[in-house]
């Protein structure tokens, strides 16, 4: 079973997020999602300005075997984005919480994020039945 770091946040979409500075969170797939998806050939992000909203669909990951959506765990502006994944997107497989990070963005309700799933929940939602 794939280890799930106790300081991060989850979504029910097997999303990651990492508080940043005081209203910023560093968001990416769970390894647990990364597993499932299997090799990761493309990543479609949103670009560094725009405003999502939690729940709405924000780009995609490519792998060998399906394409899934990536949804906005949380309502903000991005902020950031990993340009490495453009040339290198089996970054999301080989480090998921690390180099394979995805968007930052900056939050416009800091509940939003505290929220969301703590490690434990996590823990619980992927053990196996």
């Known amino acids: 079973m794939s280890s799930v770091p106790q300081e991060l946040r989850f979504t029910q979409e097997h999303e990651w997020l990492a508080s940043g500075d005081q209203d910023t969170v560093r968001i990416g797939i769970t390894d647990y999602a990364q597993q499932q998806l299997g090799d990761v050939v493309f990543v479609q ?14 780009g995609e990951v490519e792998s060998t075997k399906s394409v899934s959506d990536l949804f906005a765990p949380v309502t903000g502006e991005v902020v950031s984005r990993n340009e490495d994944l453009e040339e290198q997107p089996e970054l999301v497989n080989s480090d998921p919480y690390g180099a394979g990070w995805m968007i930052e963005v900056r939050l416009a309700d800091r509940k939003a994020f505290e929220d969301l799933l703590d490690a434990d929940a996590y823990g619980e939602l992927i053990a196996p039945e």
């Open 45 to 58: 992000l949103p670009q560094v300005g725009d405003n999502v909203s939690q729940g709405e669909t924000i």
